[in-house]
């Protein structure tokens, strides 16, 4: 067992070390954006979807929905096509190193506006689905090439190939780049074909907005401007949405472009001069004092009477929205002129202070000066803000990304302090603004992981380092070192993801109940504490691993699936200070948290039952005779799946519950292969640790150890059915000591080598079995108490205490599922390995809780944060990969116990 | 616990009286044995284990049947179904059984105890639940009162019989309805139930199917009877159109048109309704210009005499706005002829009619204002000229004709306003007054016209005036249309950016249009929020009508329609089940709050006043708000959501919101709360007293036990300690 140990920490430790090693290329590298300055100016409050907030967090946002990330890389262009062109040269040592500019998320959002000419051709709008950038880039390609054809430097015999590859319905990356190293044509048309090329591989994700607006697409036998095609997709969509009949259903292409559309408009909207609602940037209060209100009521008079409104001085038609939006939330016989009605006007400035969006920093910029006075803003700092803006956009557009501090500080006071003039009541705190910034830049929940991920594997390589019963040696003591800085490592994370929840608490101003990036990383918390706790108590090395892969899990996905938005915004009403609610969620998400160690636990376990030495060696072909159904059923089912993507063409295409039969069909299939791969791969590593001095499965036999139940000898929370009186009535018996003894003394039989690693392996599995039957209890005693609580919040929130929510439902069967192997152990149906199986298996019943409902169902009250698509796909894929595991175990088990056919 | 087995057992049995005294020992025996057994089988874990699975396994089922079918329908067919009735009540009984086959408990069982008795109380208090609560909604604007609890799951059809002279209500009949939440009817079975449905799939619909598709709502007493032919749970308004000799011609046609920025060709007549066009009884004709985008005005109108269809195809053109008038008479040789005259200036001109004695003298050109009556929707000009002509043969008296431009179906001649009964004379010659149309996007916005026209004999023939090379308008194309071919109007060709067909698709050549509801297919999740229509066959003595209902979008009942009968007059309604809560609000003031600049909202606060009569509560204020619901007399007021006020003349929103209550009122909820408690702390005090999640499983009396070993180890007796082995299976 120690030998099977050590293998798998060094497994690990290799995969942690080739992981640190990547290539390391020549570029020097620049990172405009980052000096303090662009921190300072990170700390102007801004209003964005309804929230106040410090422009880093909406800097932030906005990048990393057009880019992808919050850093925006731009790479020299010509690198790219220098690999294509001459790899050789790019690859030699000493090669022309190429300049990388990472700009920090503000100073990109401040250039799109100041800059534009300069990011309007830098690639960095997100178009990472590889067949949309072929459709983008297509009309493109095809004229370039031909006009590379046209030119009299081609030579005749390129001029055909050319023209192939430009009439060709899909150009790939490779033709292109096979073309632009081998053809005969002068270097700056082959440059021209390997930077159309790079366009098109897997590492090149963006395109310029240029690229992108000047794309004429071909669809539907119609040449169309990107934009307006995706525009056209767009209200396909809308209208599929409302209604499945009235439209047809988007294909993937159509709806990532429809996402790619987005994210120009977005850059677009910053950019641009026009006024899109989008891209306005709401930099100060509206004023609310009788100067505002009058400035109003003449606004209203001057609208009225003229004939184009929009002729109208900026700052009046920002008033007339104003009061628009007032009005329509008010009954129409309320619709009082500013200053007309002296208790209606108390109202409007009320409204105005406190629920009224800000003035746009485009308005205010393009307004006079003497007309913002008028409207109510004080003279002194609209001017000095002003001033600090124009002064700033002079210094970006000069020295781009090196704006100095002070230029930055002055504006941040300015708009301070025209903004607490203006609004003293509702213009943030300075500590509110440093709060959020401060979790911004430091964000504890993206560190947590890396503490998490130094636990696991800190507690992994100790788990090698087992000393054997009671020796005291250098081993153990480096063991008991490595460990403890295991658990500090650990330790760490949790002070890290708990810092993490304070600020964000603070600054959101409740609790952490409201979507589904917050569940994911509370349960990653609840699992690192609560293994913590357990380990505190155990000191078995096995919990405290468990809960940090959990807790890696979690953090890392909740910052790598973008599905998960962990961006701040406001609330559902009904979500709102609510006492039972906050209590509900987090008992019910910290019930998934203890279910989450007892998968981690059972997949440990797993991983012992699959190397484990059975009382047979299986030969590697009885492993892979589950290969014999699987192998088919997957070959089949992909196919299925592929040709209902239209890989075989469009006449191969099929229904939607055909595609649902191949899917399962290929899932299974897939499931159980993989189940036998990993069944042979366990009985590899077996030889490897184990030698067998006899050698035969019947020596085993002969020494007699299969007289007594597993549970009897290890005698920890042993349960052994026994018929009571009450006829099939199991009852809890613990063996007396005297028993155990009496059993133990018939039975010393001297072991040999295989008997020896059967009696290690069950020591080693009896106690995490025992684990994962109480973070069980644990997970069981949280979902009743969250479930009740959900209940009660229901009663007090909507006035019925079960209706039979998909969101209730699900907590109910997952309740339910739990409880069959608790139940089942005492009916003496669930052996160890049952339990162990049962972990993981019973798992599947919170992914459906948790995620299946959102985004499965896609029905209920709960699905408040429904969001379209949850990649059920590969969701599925990774849930039959996960569950290959335990069926390996299984089967190798079953046949590690079956004699020889 | 064989006594406690044995009394249950004994309990449970009848006291076996009549059966001999000889024979009943082994009786009694067999059959207790058997109660007995059954108990058992009632209390083993084993089952409970499998119970476990089977509801788990249903409640899965169920979500998945809820995201295809709808919230309604999962209700309907597995929540409130008897069979999971059955199924909760097994596993009570498992659950009581197990509890009591344990009695006497130990202390270490305490834990099992609670839990179990907990999970027996919340059985038996949603049972009550079931049966004694009640909920549904109350809406209200400022300023309303409201005393009733609109009970949405419960459907009724009322029906209110009707004074035929005074229109005063007699009495009212109330018939409850319980449509199911799918769509049944001619063509879509009603099917019963889950199993029956899962009968008629795997048979496919050989077996199990349906009952009857119709629902007799009313009873042998009641006056008429009332029988639901078809009912769709989400219905939209739509409007057929049915051949019917009463009726006037109408055709459907399609316009698709293609503008230089569009991906692809578009209907300008959206939607079905638009693409109908159901000609005018008095004029003959129908206009209508596309909703969006195409600039050419679509006409059809009929006529009944084929010289009017040569008209229509050969039209005569003339630039000037007053147009020409085709006269024809007949001359002095009997024949039929043809005279145009031009208008152009000829008011107060006389023409002889050539080969005739017929004098015509141009009185006057009037202009008849279409707007002011909604005509220009249907004439497509405003003004219409209108000429007025004198005609005398020979020297008798001149009679006064007239000719509506391009009306051909008009007649010349009105009868006299003295004596409106007297037959119209016969027209000395008939006037057919065209007018061409004037193409200028300037003035009006069109720069073409497509004409559609009926014959007498059922054909169709088409016409399109476009705009020709100095801005007049020309005759395009003219021929016969045959329905479903598209026609070419403009463009096809580079320079012409815009590409516009017309297609007839259907024509009736005597038709009405009926009000009908037609079922629409809502998204998933959305399913809910379908408005109910169905259809119904209503009689009264032999005499039975046809009419469609549908339940109103908001809360408020819907109007009633009224349907008359030879001797009776009903007005019916499909509602809602309305109770009285004996007591009632006004609503004052509501609030809502939105984020700023955004849609979201953030709050929502009603102030009302309670009037409680009973309890002799007078205009007390509460304020009831999102998570702050009001209680009274076991009634609970919650904030549940609020719906803009339209306007139901203009459709516009008024800037008021409807509040909207859930209300509710559960005698149960205490049993119910008990019953979780009592689960929640037995099931902790079960895991902590027995399994020991934080004593490690008894390690600290396993350990005492060793110790205690090793001490008699060391006095000598006993043996050493046990080496652990290898064990039969991991």
């Known amino acids: 067992m120690r030998r099977t140990s050590k293998l798998f920490a060094g497994l690990i430790v290799a995969g942690f070390a080739s992981a640190g090693l990547a290539a390391q290329a020549a570029e020097t590298v620049q990172r405009p954006g980052t000096s303090p300055a662009y921190e300072q100016l990170g700390k102007v409050a801004v209003m964005h979807e309804g929230r106040i907030k410090p422009l880093d967090t909406v800097a932030r946002e906005e990048v990393k929905q057009v880019y992808g990330k919050e850093t925006v890389v731009v790479r020299d262009p010509r690198e790219e096509v220098e690999k294509i062109v001459d790899p050789e040269s790019f690859n030699r040592p000493g090669a022309t190193s190429w300049t990388v500019e990472k700009w920090g998320p503000v100073a990109a959002f401040l250039g799109w506006t100041v800059r534009p000419e300069f990011w309007d051709d830098q690639p960095f709008i997100l178009v990472d689905y590889l067949p949309l950038r072929r459709v983008v880039m297509a009309g493109t390609i095809k004229a370039r090439l031909e006009a590379i054809a046209q030119k009299s430097t081609c030579p005749e015999g390129e001029k055909d190939r050319l023209r192939k590859l430009a009439v060709a319905p899909d150009v790939t990356a490779t033709a292109l780049i096979a073309f632009a190293r081998d053809s005969k044509l002068p270097i700056e048309d082959r440059r021209t074909i390997a930077e159309l090329a790079a366009r098109l591989t897997e590492e090149h994700k963006w395109l310029a907005p240029r690229?992108?607006?000047?794309?004429?697409?071909?669809?539907?036998?119609?040449?169309?401007?990107?934009?307006?095609?995706?525009?056209?997709?767009?209200?396909?969509?809308?209208?599929?949405?409302?209604?499945?009949?009235?439209?047809?259903?988007?294909?993937?292409?159509?709806?990532?472009?429809?996402?790619?559309?987005?994210?120009?408009?977005?850059?677009?909207?910053?950019?641009?001069?026009?006024?899109?609602?989008?891209?306005?940037?709401?930099?100060?209060?509206?004023?609310?004092?009788?100067?505002?209100?009058?400035?109003?009521?003449?606004?209203?008079?001057?609208?009225?009477?003229?004939?184009?409104?929009?002729?109208?001085?900026?700052?009046?038609?920002?008033?007339?929205?104003?009061?628009?939006?007032?009005?329509?939330?008010?009954?129409?016989?309320?619709?009082?002129?500013?200053?007309?009605?002296?208790?209606?006007?108390?109202?409007?400035?009320?409204?105005?202070?406190?629920?009224?969006?800000?003035?746009?920093?485009?308005?205010?910029?393009?307004?006079?000066?003497?007309?913002?006075?008028?409207?109510?803003?004080?003279?002194?700092?609209?001017?000095?803000?002003?001033?600090?803006?124009?002064?700033?956009?002079?210094?970006?557009?000069?020295?781009?990304?090196?704006?100095?501090?002070?230029?930055?500080?002055?504006?941040?006071?300015?708009?301070?302090?025209?903004?607490?003039?203006?609004?003293?009541?509702?213009?943030?705190?300075?500590?509110?603004?440093?709060?959020?910034?401060?979790?911004?830049?430091?964000?504890?929940?993206?560190?947590?992981?890396?503490?998490?991920?130094?636990?696991?594997?800190?507690?992994?390589?100790?788990?090698?380092?087992?000393?054997?019963?009671?020796?005291?040696?250098?081993?153990?003591?480096?063991?008991?070192?490595?460990?403890?800085?295991?658990?500090?490592?650990?330790?760490?994370?949790?002070?890290?993801?708990?810092?993490?929840?304070?600020?964000?608490?603070?600054?959101?101003?409740?609790?952490?109940?409201?979507?589904?990036?917050?569940?994911?990383?509370?349960?990653?918390?609840?699992?690192?504490?609560?293994?913590?706790?357990?380990?505190?108590?155990?000191?078995?090395?096995?919990?405290?691993?468990?809960?940090?892969?959990?807790?890696?899990?979690?953090?890392?996905?909740?910052?790598?699936?973008?599905?998960?938005?962990?961006?701040?915004?406001?609330?559902?009403?009904?979500?709102?200070?609510?006492?039972?609610?906050?209590?509900?969620?987090?008992?019910?998400?910290?019930?998934?948290?203890?279910?989450?160690?007892?998968?981690?636990?059972?997949?440990?376990?797993?991983?012992?039952?699959?190397?484990?030495?059975?009382?047979?060696?299986p030969r590697l072909g009885e492993l892979a005779l589950l290969m014999i159904p699987g192998l088919p059923l997957a070959t089949v089912g992909g196919a299925g799946v592929a040709a209902s993507y239209g890989a075989f063409g469009p006449e191969w295409t099929t229904g939607d519950s055909l595609f649902y039969v191949f899917a399962v069909m290929g899932l299974v299939g897939g499931m159980v292969s993989l189940a036998s791969v990993l069944a042979m791969a366990g009985e590899v590593v077996n030889r490897l640790t184990f030698r067998d001095q006899a050698g035969s499965e019947e020596v085993g036999e002969a020494t007699g150890?299969?007289?007594?139940?597993?549970?009897?000898?290890?005698?920890?929370?042993?349960?052994?059915?026994?018929?009571?009186?009450?006829?099939?009535?199991?009852?809890?018996?613990?063996?007396?000591?005297?028993?155990?003894?009496?059993?133990?003394?018939?039975?010393?039989?001297?072991?040999?080598?295989?008997?020896?690693?059967?009696?290690?392996?069950?020591?080693?599995?009896?106690?995490?079995?025992?684990?994962?039957?109480?973070?069980?209890?644990?997970?069981?005693?949280?979902?009743?108490?969250?479930?009740?609580?959900?209940?009660?919040?229901?009663?007090?929130s909507w006035g019925r205490f079960w209706g039979w929510d998909p969101k209730e439902v699900w907590a109910l069967i997952t309740l339910l599922v739990y409880l069959i192997p608790l139940h089942g152990r005492f009916a003496g149906w669930v052996s160890t390995f049952g339990l162990v199986v049962a972990s993981v298996v019973c798992f599947l019943s919170v992914v459906m809780a948790w995620y299946g409902v959102n985004f499965v169902l896609g029905v209920g009250l709960h699905s408040y944060g429904f969001v379209e698509g949850g990649s059920q796909g590969i969701m599925m894929v990774i849930i039959a990969g996960v569950l290959a595991l335990p069926i390996a175990a299984a089967w190798r088990r079953h046949l590690g116990y079956r004699p020889m056919f | 616990m064989a006594t406690a087995t044995k009394k249950a057992a004994l309990a449970s049995t009848p006291p076996p009286r009549r059966v001999q005294r000889a024979a009943a020992p082994s009786w009694v025996d067999r059959a207790a044995r058997v109660v007995d057994a059954i108990y058992r089988f009632l209390a083993s874990l084993k089952l409970a284990v499998i119970t476990l699975g089977t509801l788990a396994a249903t409640l899965a089922y169920a979500t998945f049947f809820e995201s295809w079918y709808g919230t309604g329908a999962v209700q309907e067919y597995i929540y409130r179904s008897t069979g999971f009735a059955v199924l909760l009540a097994f596993l009570g009984m498992n659950i009581l059984c197990a509890a009591l086959i344990r009695y006497p408990w130990k202390r270490r069982q305490t834990g099992f105890v609670i839990t179990h008795a907990g999970l027996l109380i919340i059985l038996a208090g949603s049972y009550y639940s079931v049966r004694t609560a009640d909920d549904g909604q109350v809406g209200m604007l400022e300023g309303d009162v409201k005393g009733e609890l609109v009970r949405i799951d419960y459907p009724v059809i009322r029906v209110w019989e009707l004074d035929p002279h005074t229109q005063r209500q007699i009495r009212e009949i109330d018939l409850p309805f319980h449509p199911g939440s799918f769509a049944w009817g001619p063509?879509?079975?009603?099917?019963?139930?889950?199993?029956?449905?899962?009968?008629?799939?795997?048979?496919?619909?050989?077996?199990?199917?349906?009952?009857?598709?119709?629902?007799?709502?009313?009873?042998?007493?009641?006056?008429?009877?009332?029988?639901?032919?078809?009912?769709?749970?989400?219905?939209?308004?739509?409007?057929?159109?049915?051949?019917?000799?009463?009726?006037?011609?109408?055709?459907?046609?399609?316009?698709?048109?293609?503008?230089?920025?569009?991906?692809?060709?578009?209907?300008?007549?959206?939607?079905?309704?638009?693409?109908?066009?159901?000609?005018?009884?008095?004029?003959?004709?129908?206009?209508?210009?596309?909703?969006?985008?195409?600039?050419?005005?679509?006409?059809?109108?009929?006529?009944?005499?084929?010289?009017?269809?040569?008209?229509?195809?050969?039209?005569?053109?003339?630039?000037?706005?007053?147009?020409?008038?085709?006269?024809?008479?007949?001359?002095?040789?009997?024949?039929?002829?043809?005279?145009?005259?031009?208008?152009?200036?000829?008011?107060?001109?006389?023409?002889?009619?050539?080969?005739?004695?017929?004098?015509?003298?141009?009185?006057?050109?009037?202009?008849?204002?279409?707007?002011?009556?909604?005509?220009?929707?249907?004439?497509?000009?405003?003004?219409?000229?209108?000429?007025?002509?004198?005609?005398?043969?020979?020297?008798?008296?001149?009679?006064?004709?007239?000719?509506?431009?391009?009306?051909?179906?008009?007649?010349?001649?009105?009868?006299?306003?003295?004596?409106?009964?007297?037959?119209?004379?016969?027209?000395?010659?008939?006037?057919?007054?065209?007018?061409?149309?004037?193409?200028?996007?300037?003035?009006?916005?069109?720069?073409?016209?497509?004409?559609?026209?009926?014959?007498?004999?059922?054909?169709?023939?088409?016409?399109?005036?476009?705009?020709?090379?100095?801005?007049?308008?020309?005759?395009?194309?003219?021929?016969?249309?045959?329905?479903?071919?598209?026609?070419?109007?403009?463009?096809?060709?580079?320079?012409?950016?815009?590409?516009?067909?017309?297609?007839?698709?259907?024509?009736?050549?005597?038709?009405?249009?009926?009000?009908?509801?037609?079922?629409?297919?809502?998204?998933?999740?959305?399913?809910?929020?379908?408005?109910?229509?169905?259809?119904?066959?209503?009689?009264?003595?032999?005499?039975?009508?046809?009419?469609?209902?549908?339940?109103?979008?908001?809360?408020?009942?819907?109007?009633?329609?009224?349907?008359?009968?030879?001797?009776?007059?009903?007005?019916?309604?499909?509602?809602?089940?309305?109770?009285?809560?004996?007591?009632?609000?006004?609503?004052?003031?509501?609030?809502?709050?939105?984020?700023?600049?955004?849609?979201?909202?953030?709050?929502?606060?009603?102030?009302?006043?309670?009037?409680?009569?009973?309890?002799?509560?007078?205009?007390?204020?509460?304020?009831?708000?999102?998570?702050?619901?009001?209680?009274?007399?076991?009634?609970?007021?919650?904030?549940?959501?609020y719906q803009p006020d339209i306007d139901p003349h203009t459709d516009r929103p008024t800037g008021r919101f409807q509040s909207i209550f859930q209300v509710a009122i559960n005698p149960g909820r205490p049993i119910i709360y008990s019953g979780c408690l009592m689960v929640v702390l037995g099931a902790f005090v079960q895991f902590y007293m027995r399994a020991g999640i934080f004593t490690d499983g008894g390690k600290r009396e396993r350990e005492r036990a060793a110790a205690k070993a090793r001490a008699k180890d060391k006095t000598g007796q006993g043996a050493p300690l046990p080496q652990p082995v290898a064990p039969e299976r991991l």
């Not at chain 2, 038709?511 to 379908?530: F, R, T």
């Open chain 1, 211 to 617: 690229e992108l607006e000047e794309a004429r697409i071909t669809a539907k036998g119609q040449e169309l401007p990107f934009m307006s095609w995706a525009a056209a997709l767009e209200k396909q969509k809308r209208d599929f949405d409302n209604n499945p009949q009235a439209a047809e259903r988007p294909t993937e292409i159509e709806r990532r472009a429809i996402e790619v559309a987005h994210r120009l408009g977005t850059y677009l909207a910053y950019s641009g001069d026009q006024f899109s609602n989008a891209g306005l940037i709401l930099v100060m209060p509206r004023p609310s004092d009788a100067k505002y209100l009058a400035y109003t009521a003449g606004a209203i008079k001057e609208a009225r009477a003229a004939k184009r409104t929009e002729d109208l001085p900026l700052m009046k038609l920002d008033a007339l929205r104003a009061i628009g939006t007032y009005w329509d939330v008010i009954p129409v016989e309320d619709h009082k002129t500013p200053t007309e009605d002296a208790a209606a006007d108390e109202r409007f400035a009320a409204w105005l202070r406190d629920s009224s969006a800000w003035v746009p920093l485009k308005t205010l910029l393009k307004s006079k000066p003497e007309d913002l006075v008028a409207a109510g803003y004080p003279e002194g700092p609209v001017k000095a803000f002003l001033d600090a803006y124009h002064a700033l956009e002079q210094a970006e557009i000069s020295s781009p990304g090196q704006v100095s501090e002070a230029a930055a500080a002055a504006l941040l006071t300015a708009s301070r302090s025209l903004g607490e003039a203006v609004n003293p009541t509702k213009y943030p705190t300075v500590a509110m603004i440093d709060r959020e910034t401060h979790f911004n830049a430091m964000n504890p929940f993206w560190q947590a992981p890396i503490a998490y991920g130094t636990a696991l594997a800190l507690l992994a390589v100790s788990l090698g380092f087992i000393p054997a019963a009671g020796k005291r040696s250098m081993s153990a003591l480096l063991g008991s070192t490595i460990y403890r800085f295991g658990l500090a490592a650990l330790a760490i994370g949790i002070a890290l993801e708990i810092y993490g929840f304070y600020l964000r608490v603070r600054i959101t101003g409740w609790a952490p109940v409201t979507n589904m990036y917050e569940t994911v990383i509370w349960v990653a918390l609840v699992a690192a504490v609560l293994s913590f706790v357990f380990e505190m108590i155990y000191r078995r090395v096995y919990m405290a691993l468990a809960g940090s892969g959990v807790a890696l899990l979690g953090t890392i996905t909740a910052a790598n699936v973008p599905l998960l938005d962990p961006s701040i915004h406001s609330l559902q009403p009904v979500l709102r200070s609510n006492l039972w609610l906050t209590i509900h969620v987090l008992t019910e998400v910290s019930s998934y948290a203890a279910f989450g160690v007892a998968w981690a636990l059972g997949l440990i376990a797993t991983l012992y039952y699959l190397t484990a030495t059975y009382r047979r060696s």
């Open chain 1, 705 to 796: 150890w299969e007289t007594e139940d597993a549970d009897a000898e290890t005698g920890g929370a042993g349960i052994v059915s026994l018929a009571s009186g009450g006829g099939g009535v199991a009852t809890l018996v613990k063996p007396t000591v005297a028993e155990i003894r009496a059993r133990e003394t018939s039975h010393r039989v001297k072991l040999d080598a295989r008997g020896e690693a059967m009696q290690r392996t069950a020591a080693t599995v009896k106690p995490l079995s025992n684990f994962i039957y109480r973070t069980m209890q644990v997970g069981v005693l949280l979902i009743a108490a969250g479930t009740i609580l959900g209940g009660v919040w229901a009663d007090y």
């Open chain 2, 187 to 641: 063509r879509r079975p009603r099917s019963t139930g889950l199993v029956a449905r899962g009968l008629a799939l795997a048979t496919l619909g050989w077996a199990g199917s349906s009952q009857a598709t119709e629902e007799v709502l009313s009873q042998p007493g009641d006056p008429f009877r009332f029988v639901v032919k078809e009912h769709l749970p989400a219905s939209a308004p739509a409007r057929e159109h049915v051949a019917d000799p009463e009726g006037s011609p109408m055709a459907r046609i399609r316009l698709r048109f293609r503008a230089p920025a569009l991906p692809q060709e578009q209907d300008a007549f959206p939607t079905e309704d638009h693409q109908w066009f159901v000609t005018e009884k008095k004029f003959h004709r129908v206009v209508r210009a596309p909703m969006r985008g195409a600039p050419a005005l679509v006409s059809f109108s009929d006529v009944d005499r084929p010289e009017l269809v040569d008209d229509f195809l050969k039209p005569a053109m003339s630039s000037s706005k007053e147009g020409i008038a085709r006269f024809r008479y007949v001359d002095r040789s009997g024949r039929t002829r043809i005279f145009d005259w031009a208008l152009a200036g000829q008011a107060g001109q006389s023409v002889l009619l050539p080969e005739s004695d017929l004098t015509v003298t141009l009185s006057e050109i009037l202009e008849f204002p279409t707007q002011t009556r909604g005509l220009d929707r249907i004439l497509g000009e405003d003004p219409i000229p209108i000429a007025m002509f004198k005609i005398q043969r020979g020297a008798a008296e001149a009679v006064t004709h007239m000719a509506l431009a391009n009306l051909p179906m008009v007649p010349n001649l009105i009868p006299s306003a003295e004596d409106p009964s007297a037959a119209p004379k016969p027209p000395l010659a008939a006037i057919h007054y065209m007018v061409t149309p004037v193409l200028d996007p300037k003035t009006n916005g069109r720069f073409g016209q497509i004409d559609v026209l009926a014959g007498p004999d059922h054909a169709l023939s088409y016409r399109v005036f476009g705009r020709g090379k100095d801005g007049t308008t020309e005759l395009r194309a003219a021929g016969a249309v045959s329905r479903g071919t598209p026609i070419l109007a403009f463009g096809g060709n580079p320079n012409m950016p815009m590409t516009i067909r017309f297609e007839v698709d259907d024509y009736l050549a005597a038709g009405v249009e009926k009000d009908i509801y037609v079922p629409i297919e809502l998204p998933k999740g959305k399913m809910g929020e379908g408005i109910a229509a169905c259809r119904a066959e209503m009689t009264v003595g032999h005499e039975t009508k046809e009419l469609w209902l549908r339940r109103s979008i908001s809360l408020d009942p819907p109007a009633p329609q009224v349907v008359t009968f030879r001797d009776a007059v009903y007005a019916i309604a499909y509602d809602v089940d309305r109770k009285p809560l004996g007591f009632d609000l006004k609503l004052d003031d509501f609030e809502v709050g939105f984020e700023p600049g955004t849609e979201q909202p953030t709050k929502f606060v009603s102030k009302v006043r309670l009037n409680d009569p009973s309890e002799e509560i007078q205009d007390q204020p509460h304020t009831i708000s999102m998570n702050h619901p009001l209680y009274h007399r076991g009634y609970t007021f919650y904030q549940s959501r």
